[in-house]
């Protein structure tokens, strides 16, 4: 807490006046993250699109999440495990929750021929954790722009890594 208040000028008693412990700042950061995912789940279940398309709005929300607010990302990714009860539980099965709505939607574009017959859970936790890493790296001057990262990133793991263009003479 010390080093927290150091870092936005005040005095570690003054932060104490408006959080009692380090603890409600995790969960702080957990409930918003929390929310700013959920909010985008129930917006995206309601569109009247295909199941592509619902993954591509979420995995947007997810890269730009982690380009823009790569500090709250890392608490929401990695820090939420050390959440005391409990806080720890009901933030569990808030993120069990968001994980088998997004599966719905991998299962409903499975069904419907949009997504190769794989197993839905190995394509939903493929997709997250193949953007797991972009909070950490932002603390680095990335070379291409966030819309551009987004972009590419969108593209590999929707289109898969190999290149589907005809090679020279017809072959590929």
Known sequence: M????????????????????????LQKICAEQDRRFTEAMDEV???????VEKVRILLSLHIRTALEDPT?????????????????QKFSERRRIYE????NIIEEG?????????????????????????????QTQPALSGEKQEQQIIELLMGGLENNLPKEGGER
């Not at 927290?4 to 700042?25: C, D, F, G, Q």
């Not at 279940?45 to 199941?51: N, Q, S």
């Not at 794989?118 to 909070?135: E, G």
């Open 100 to 103: 088998q709505r997004f599966l």
């Open 72 to 88: 709250s990302v890392t608490v929401f990714s990695d820090e939420w495990k050390h959440l005391e009860e409990p806080y720890l």
């Open 110 to 138: 499975i069904k419907g021929g949009a997504f190769k017959p794989l197993d839905a859970n190995i394509i939903l936790y493929t997709l997250l954790t193949a953007i797991r890493w972009l909070h950490h790296k932002q």
């Open 45 to 51: 279940e309601h569109m009247e699109c295909k199941p």
């Open 2 to 25: 010390r080093d927290l208040a150091e870092r936005v000028n005040l005095r570690a008693s003054s932060l104490y006046s408006h959080i009692r412990r380090k603890e409600e700042i």
